[in-house]
């Protein structure tokens, strides 16, 4: 065992000397002088900073092993010295060993380094350690930032935290982590994120934005105003996006306030620069469509493959996901191109070779949009995919495309509006397998099943207002042998959590009232789902993603038809379900279905063999009659162009 030793006043000027000359001779490549020195200073005295000498001569001579082992006796004679741990941590980079090297750079940043000994090394292992500092700290940072622009929030968020953890963090990485951590519903992490980057740069041109979508993600009414009338104007295109999602998704804003940022957005769009203006004059007569898509949803996915039949198709996938739908339809599909690291004017002139004649846009103002290349002109004819939001843009797109089930309504010149359903999605072939267990599961539950019945509202903070909690917790005052399930942080502290707590002690229901942890929820949704009588949806910001895994389940739902089609996503589900009387027409409506449905079991039951019999004989077939419709309005488009261009 290594024991230090005290030296005199004396003979530490000696040694120190005889290290200083070890390291110049060192760096000078001299390795037999500096061994020389080395053994001159430690026939003085055993001490930690001799044993630094020497592993970093073994570390010269390439015995790496050697120096750890003398770095970590250092480390045990003087463990408050943090001179060891970033020499044992540059070392173990050059051995490949980053979780250890990892270590002992924390370590290292937590201990006070010895004066003599930076003095004496300089940057001797400084080279090694800015290597270090690079593959562990900025390969972190820029790899979350090219995850981040692929829309991989969650993998960004892994490297965010290698980043932090070891430098401390800066402005930039606390802003990557605060958007990431939103785009994945994580307001906890978010919000430390924020308030870090608040101390760091309160003038940061980033932090009112984020702030403003912490508050929409928390749901608290007063605070979204206020941060929403804080923000300055929007100077991006990505800005106004991530402003429009936010607006959209929060029951406080209303349709002026969605139009006014569509507005915005179209303002801030400019055409590819880099190419010439386009010319469509030898266009084929024959229609070819075109799609934008960057992720392929069920619906989408059964539409194409019913309308590849009756048209060619060319498909240009902006994303870099790789769902089970994206993989059938990119088999199916012959002309698939993956266009995600494809700039911009590569782009619009890839899709002008192409000859598109019909170019649907199912990208829109997304992270994969691609905004620039449509307002270029890529095709004689561009047509905006239906939206939850009717989005729109006049400078880019010559019609709008929809269905009477979520706009019934709708008389526009320049609506494509269809009959047939877009809506309702097959169920993936690998849910069907997963879904039939789990309708023989409920059948044997409610075979078995109390009085109680178990009402479910599998909301996001973002979409519940106060005023919907007090609608649901009147229902649980109306049907007594009724539980309220919501998706809640399990912490009592948790704003969202004490607003429920808060409306149901109103009310005298909070015995009722259980909630669920959001990881639980993600990983065993469809168990819980399928545990449910009931599935309360929020208006007038539907959950649709919820609603419609619950339907595929076999679980009745309640929804409310609203006045703009943002505000009736589910009841267009219901209605392209064949199952109107999930929708109910207002709120009050919605409170008597819901106290109706919560105390007649035998009407859920006919509900839950209604969806049964559907998903049983639902095929591919069902969308060929959207599919033809679809295709008789293209192709009368494309021929009314033809001849306004002879």
């Not at 090297?101 to 300089?122: R, Y």
């Not at 106004?240 to 006014?260: E, G, H, Q």
């Not at 829109?364 to 939206?387: D, E, K, M, N, Y």
Request: net charge negative; glycine share 4%; charged share 25%.
């Amino acid at each position: 065992m290594t024991v230090i030793e005290t030296l005199s006043t004396d003979s530490e000027a000696a040694v120190l000397e005889h290290l200083r000359k070890a390291m110049d001779a060192l760096r000078s490549g001299d390795v037999a002088s500096a061994a020389s020195e080395a053994e001159s200073a430690r026939a003085l005295g055993q001490t930690a900073r001799v044993l630094m000498v020497f592993a970093a001569i073994s570390h010269a001579i390439g015995r790496d092993a050697d120096a750890i082992t003398m770095l970590e006796q250092a480390m045990s004679l003087e463990p408050a010295v943090g001179n060891y741990p970033d020499a044992m941590a540059a070392i173990y980079l050059k051995l490949g060993r980053k979780a250890d090297g990892l270590f002992n750079l924390k370590l290292g940043t937590h201990l006070s380094p010895d004066p003599v000994l930076t003095d004496i090394f300089g940057d001797y292992f400084g080279a090694v350690k800015d290597i270090f500092d690079s593959f562990i700290e900025n390969r972190p940072l820029r790899t979350a930032k090219l995850l981040m622009s692929q829309g991989m929030y969650s993998a960004a968020l892994r490297q965010l935290e290698t980043f932090i953890a070891v430098s401390g963090g800066d402005v930039d990485s606390f802003a990557l982590t605060a958007e990431s951590a939103l785009r994945v519903g994580n307001a906890r992490d978010a919000q430390v994120a924020l308030e870090a980057l608040r101390a760091l740069d309160s003038a940061d041109d980033r932090l009112l934005d984020l702030e403003f979508q912490l508050c929409v993600s928390k749901g608290d009414e007063v605070a979204i105003k206020k941060s929403f009338a804080a923000l300055p104007e929007a100077i991006s295109v990505k800005q106004s996006y991530f402003r429009t999602r936010a607006i959209v998704s929060s029951p406080y804003f209303d349709l002026i306030d969605v139009s006014n940022i569509h507005k915005v957005s179209n303002a801030l769009v400019s055409a590819v620069s880099e190419v010439d203006p386009p010319n469509f004059a030898n266009s084929p007569n024959s229609v070819t469509i075109g799609f934008f898509v960057s992720g392929i949803t069920p619906a989408l996915e059964s539409l194409i493959l019913a309308l590849k039949e009756r048209v060619a198709i060319k498909i240009y996938y902006l994303g870099t996901g790789h769902s089970p739908s994206q993989q059938r339809l990119k088999n199916a599909i012959d002309d698939w191109r993956d266009v995600a690291s494809i700039d911009d004017a590569t782009l619009t002139e890839m899709v002008r070779y192409d000859d598109i004649s019909v170019l649907f846009d199912c990208a829109v103002l997304g992270p994969f949009s691609r905004p620039s290349v449509i307002r270029a002109r890529v095709a004689p004819v561009q047509i905006v995919w239906q939206t939850d939001d009717a989005y729109d843009d006049v400078g880019s797109y010559d019609y709008r495309l929809t269905d009477k089930a979520l706009e019934p309504g709708t008389v526009d010149e320049r609506v494509v509006s269809l009959q047939s359903s877009l809506s309702y999605p097959l169920p993936p072939a690998e849910f069907m397998g997963r879904v039939t267990e789990l309708r023989l599961q409920n059948t044997k539950r409610e075979d078995g099943a109390s009085n109680q019945v178990r009402l479910l509202a599998p909301h996001p903070p973002v979409s519940i207002s106060r005023s919907l909690l007090n609608t649901w917790m009147d229902i649980l005052q109306s049907v007594p042998e009724a539980t309220l399930t919501f998706i809640a942080p399990t912490d009592l502290s948790d704003n969202f959590v004490q607003l429920i707590l808060n409306v149901a002690d109103e009310k005298s229901v909070a015995d009722r009232v259980d909630l669920i942890d959001p990881a639980v929820f993600m990983t065993s949704r469809h168990d819980i789902l399928l545990d449910a009588d009931l599935i309360l949806d929020s208006f007038p910001r539907n959950n649709i993603d919820a609603m419609t895994e619950a339907l595929w389940i076999g679980c009745p739902i309640l929804t409310v038809s609203g006045q703009h089609p943002y505000e009736s996503l589910s009841a267009s589900l219901a209605r392209s379900a064949g199952l109107p009387e999930l929708i109910a027409r207002d709120e009050a409506d919605y409170r008597t279905q819901a106290v109706r449905l919560a105390t007649h079991l035998e009407e859920r039951k006919a509900l839950k063999g209604k969806l049964k019999q559907m998903h049983q004989t639902l095929t591919l077939s069902a969308y060929e009659k959207t599919a033809e419709e679809l295709f008789q309005k293209i192709d009368a488009l494309w021929q009314e162009w033809c001849k306004l261009k002879a």
